[in-house]
């Protein structure tokens, strides 16, 4: 009980650390840049002022920086709870209600 009782405690503490870690994504050789948060706020995008001309390929590099930092994001959630329930049990696949 007292184990259950400390992952949860671990859990939550990795969520509230989560608001404040940001990951950066980008495309096209960084021509296109796109920063979250741990819980996939977008927080800015950079754009290269060369690629303002085509707009299918900007379309294209702004939707491969945003999957970048989505991916990125999930790694750091991913790591940051494996953490948190170091020890205990959990079955494979298992999501964390609110993370994913």
Known sequence: MQQAQRMQENMKRAQEELANVEVQGQAGGGMVKVNLTGKMECRGVRIDPSVLADAEMLEDLVTAAFNDAVNKANAEAEK???????????????????LF
């Open 80 to 98: 940051r709870m494996s953490a948190a329930t170091a020890g205990m049990p959990i079955p494979p696949g298992m999501k964390i209600p609110g």
